[in-house]
């Protein structure tokens, strides 16, 4: 198996859609289209693409870190406590461990995705 791994937008066409977990659906009926590019159960990272269209939705990090770069479109994060931020393609985000707010898609996004489970140990080098 090779360690080098490749992903492009078009990875995204075709998979199937998905939606918000139960409970979180805040408005609109948004859609997500993810490619993984496939971490073990136990590793303490993953990375990828993401699509999402438009609506809102509640999200929550709980012992994650998920940096991101927008690709495509328009965001809108609200953090709670906190007044909202607008981002667009060519923004780079860190949600940190313990966000939780609202994610409001504005336009069509795709985003290039790390997570980095921070309940997790580090690999020994």
Do not use: C
Not at 25 to 40: H, V, Y
């Amino acid at each position: 198996m090779s360690n080098l791994k490749h992903f492009k937008l078009s990875d995204l066409d075709g998979r199937p859609p998905e939606g918000p977990l139960p409970g979180r659906l805040i408005a609109g009926t948004p859609e997500f289209r993810t490619w993984s590019m496939g971490a073990a159960p136990q590793a303490f990272l993953d990375a990828g693409l993401w699509l999402a269209t438009p609506g809102s939705f509640r999200s929550i990090k709980q012992e994650t870190w998920e940096i991101f770069t927008l690709l495509e479109g328009v965001v809108e994060i609200t953090e709670d406590g906190h007044p909202p931020v607008t981002y667009r393609a060519g923004d780079t985000v860190v949600l940190g461990p313990g966000f939780t707010g609202v994610w409001n898609t504005v336009e069509t996004v795709r985003k290039v995705f790390v997570l980095v489970d921070a309940s997790r140990p580090l690999p020994e080098a």
